[in-house]
């Protein structure tokens, strides 16, 4: 099967995701800054959702170039990814209307350890529907930063409930390491590229 319909339903489920969780953000009464103040907790919980949404659709992007075609395994793998990432916005604005209290906080790192989870099992499906050696398997690789990325979660789930900012912080941590550009799956598709061109020539 062809990925196109896939991508594009997964584009406008992430779209949706963003709105929902804007609309969280209601203007308050009052013409003062003052006024904004109580907002602030649910707008550092947009902020870090907001990155998170950002950086799946990218990465999400990036690999589905890399993919040549989808089955049926795959369209489930993905659908589970996006379930999790549905619950974004319910455990974004939990967290943020408790003010960051153990247990939202905690709950907010298990759904991105289920999304991160759901990434990794998407990236595997699409790797064994295109076969080792292949081009989609080079340009995920190891994927260290999935890895590394769930265990971090898991460390801030548990460490939330002795210290709640320092469990918040390490989502943060993971968000920055995703923040850094990975180019290796634009790098071998550039590679994949010159070496059609050069083989028409």
């Given at each position: 099967?062809?990925?196109?319909?896939?991508?594009?339903?997964?584009?406008?489920?992430?779209?949706?995701?963003?709105?929902?969780?804007?609309?969280e953000?209601r203007?308050?009464?009052?013409?003062?800054?003052?006024?904004l103040?109580?907002?602030l907790?649910?707008f550092?919980?947009?902020?870090?959702?907001?990155i998170?949404?950002?950086?799946?659709?990218?990465?999400?992007h990036h690999m589905?170039?890399a993919?040549r075609?989808?089955?049926?395994?795959?369209?489930?793998?993905?659908t589970?990814?996006?379930?999790w990432l549905?619950?974004?916005?319910?455990?974004?604005?939990?967290?943020g209307?408790?003010?960051?209290?153990?247990?939202?906080v905690?709950?907010?790192?298990?759904?991105?350890?289920?999304?991160?989870?759901a990434?990794y099992?998407l990236?595997?499906?699409?790797?064994h529907?295109h076969?080792r050696?292949?081009l989609l398997?080079?340009a995920?690789?190891?994927?260290?930063?999935?890895?590394?990325?769930?265990?971090i979660?898991?460390?801030?789930?548990?460490?939330?409930?002795?210290?709640?900012?320092?469990?918040f912080?390490?989502?943060?941590?993971?968000?920055?390491?995703?923040?850094?550009?990975d180019?290796?799956?634009?790098?071998?598709?550039?590679?994949?590229?010159?070496?059609?061109d050069?083989?028409r020539?």
């Open positions: 099967m062809g990925k196109n319909r896939l991508e594009a339903f997964s584009d406008g489920v992430m779209a949706i995701i963003l709105t929902i969780m804007v609309l953000l203007a308050p009464r009052g013409d003062s800054f003052a006024a103040r109580p907002l907790p649910t550092v919980g947009y902020a870090l959702s907001f998170y949404i950002a950086i799946y659709w990218n990465n999400h589905l170039h993919a075609k989808v089955n049926g395994p795959i369209l489930w793998a993905n589970h990814l996006l379930f549905s619950l974004v916005p319910f455990a974004t604005a939990w967290m209307g408790n003010h960051f209290a153990a247990g939202p905690a709950l907010y790192g298990a759904v991105l350890l289920m999304a991160a989870l990434y099992l990236s595997q499906c699409l790797i529907h076969g050696g292949s398997e080079a995920v690789g190891g994927d260290f930063k999935g890895k590394i990325s769930i265990a979660y898991a460390s801030a789930i548990c460490l939330s409930f002795v210290n709640r900012w320092a469990g912080a390490l989502y943060w941590v993971v968000a920055l390491i995703w923040l850094v550009p180019r290796r799956i634009e790098k071998i598709l550039a590679r994949e590229a010159a070496g059609e050069g083989s020539r």
